[in-house]
């Protein structure tokens, strides 16, 4: 009798800061390739990603395939007050919400802040996997985390998850796409 096949063959990581900086421009390349981004961005991303690993609560997993090759990668931290990200989603939250629900959702909150999977390497259940287990132990009582308007795996992803809209077509400073700013509870219910 042969064990059931798993839904990927790729194995799926903690990262430290160390780990992540040593394959930092693999993924900054990645989601260049996943969001459709310039390969300028890279130049651009490495520093702020490089940042990032240094708030509190960071955390990183990631998804190298057979090959050792970044397939998947996913990052946050807690969010907090003077943070470009929370002040822009803070400001448009109190554009639609009491300040007591504003509180509810950013009062303890942590950001996903990017996961991306390579396109390659899409629709076989990795992008769950990584968001799971970025989650699993997060700091928070919710997490929040934006991503550009339309019908995407990602969507699916989040709506299966329980995420629900804070903020529709939004529009972050410097940036003419709308996205949507969606949240939930944390812990993640297990999988069904």
Do not use: K
């Not at 421009?25 to 996943?34: F, R, S």
């Amino acid at each position: 009798m042969t064990a059931a096949p798993s839904p990927h063959r790729d194995r799926v990581v903690e990262l430290s800061t160390d780990q992540l900086r040593t394959r930092l421009t693999e993924a900054v390349q990645l989601y260049v390739t996943a969001m459709g981004y310039s390969p300028s961005t890279v130049q651009q991303r490495a520093p702020m990603w490089s940042a990032h690993m240094l708030r509190p609560g960071w955390r990183c997993i990631a998804a190298f395939n057979s090959r050792d090759e970044l397939v998947g990668v996913g990052y946050g931290y807690l969010g907090t007050p003077g943070q470009w990200w929370h002040e822009q989603v803070h400001r448009g939250m109190l554009a639609t919400f009491p300040a007591a629900r504003v509180e509810e959702w950013m009062g303890h909150y942590f950001e996903l802040t990017e996961l991306h999977v390579r396109p390659d390497s899409q629709g076989r259940g990795l992008g769950e996997s990584i968001l799971r287990r970025l989650l699993d132990g997060a700091e928070g009582r919710t997490v929040l985390l934006s991503t550009p308007e339309g019908p995407t795996r990602a969507w699916t992803l989040y709506r299966r998850v329980g995420f629900v809209d804070l903020l529709r077509d939004y529009h972050f400073a410097g940036d003419s796409r709308p996205f949507a700013v969606l949240g939930r509870e944390l812990p993640l219910d297990a999988p069904t």
